[in-house]
Every structure is written in C-alpha cells, then in structure tokens.
C-alpha cells in the first residue's frame, strides 16, 4: 500500500483484528451467518496482508496476481449467492473492490517506466471514484445503524460477545473505513 508506514500498519491491526473477531464469530454462529463470517475473515486478512508497509515487506511481483486470483474466486463465489440478497451483494462489492486494486498494484510494477505509471494519466479512474462513493455511502449508513443498536442491546439479554449484532457491524464498519483508507492511497 502506498503512503506513510504508520497508517499501513495501523490498517494491518484493524483488518487482521476484525479478521481474527469474523474467524470467532464463526465458530459460534451456523448457517447463512456463518459463511458470511467466513468471507468477511477472508476480506480482513486479504486487506490486512495488502496494507502491509512496502518499506517493511516488498511483495514479489507475482503477489498481486495471487492476490486477484483469489479475490475473483470470491467474486465468482459472491456472483452465485448474490441472488439470496441481504449483505451478499457488499460482498461481491467489496471481493470486486479487491481485485480491481490488486490489479491496479499489479499494473505500476508491469507498465512502469521512466518514473511514468500506467492508468494515472487521468487522474482517479471512474471505478475508482464510484467505488470510494460507495464505501462512503456505506460507512454512513453503518455508523448510523450503530447507534440504534448499541442502544437497543445495552438492556437486553446477555449474549456472547461473538454474536452480539453491533460487533458485527462494527467489523463491517471497520473493514468498510479501511478500505476508504485503501482505495483513497491507490
């Protein structure tokens, strides 16, 4: 990820916290909320290994290609479960968000030359504005369903913390800030 090592860090602990906190939620969770725990870990790890500092761990130039390869296969995946609705269609969103900016890393290190990158001539590409417009309507309408349900919660039943509804969106909303955060360094 370009940009200084600290935020690139600091993204690394947020998407591999919210990784570990989906890996947890799946353990205790069954059925349709636990596959999408399940690709929200693999979401957050994938982020976190793409916000590594390039100061700290240069990735081989094969990475991003690995990188796409695996994020397609979740587009793949989230083409045939979006027909289900509910959150499935902010996957295949965000698995497409994933491999459009691996491919964009990917894109510098095999068209580069005489300190000119390739696709930045035009300043931000379009997919890359609708994107960033999509997180940030995203991120509003989370940040704004987090209040409510925090509220609602603090005098119910005691749950497990793993499958309380506001953590939840809180890794969704973290994940969804941080890949503002990425898609604003590309």
């Known amino acids: 990820m370009h940009g200084p090592a600290l935020s690139g860090w600091l993204m690394v602990v947020l998407c591999g916290a919210t990784g570990v906190y989906c890996l947890l939620r799946m353990r205790v969770c069954a059925g349709e909320e636990r596959r999408a725990a399940g690709g929200e870990a693999v979401m957050g790890f994938g982020m ?71 696709g930045t001539a035009g300043g931000i590409p379009v997919l890359t504005g609708g994107l960033l417009l999509y997180y940030m309507g995203y991120v509003l309408h989370a940040g704004a369903r987090l209040v409510p349900a925090a509220a609602a919660t603090a005098g119910g039943p005691v749950r497990s913390w793993a499958t309380r509804p506001e953590l939840t969106l809180v890794c969704r909303l973290s994940m969804a800030l941080a890949m503002l955060a990425m898609l604003v360094a590309l």
């Open 48 to 118: 976190a290994s793409m916000a590594l500092p390039a100061a700290v761990l240069t990735p081989p130039e094969w990475s991003w290609a690995v990188y796409a390869a695996v994020f397609g296969g979740a587009t793949l995946h989230g083409l045939l479960t979006v027909r289900r609705g509910g959150h499935h269609l902010h996957h295949l969103v965000g698995s497409l968000a994933m491999v459009y900016m691996a491919a964009a890393m990917a894109a510098p290190a095999a068209g580069a030359h005489a300190g000119h990158t390739v």
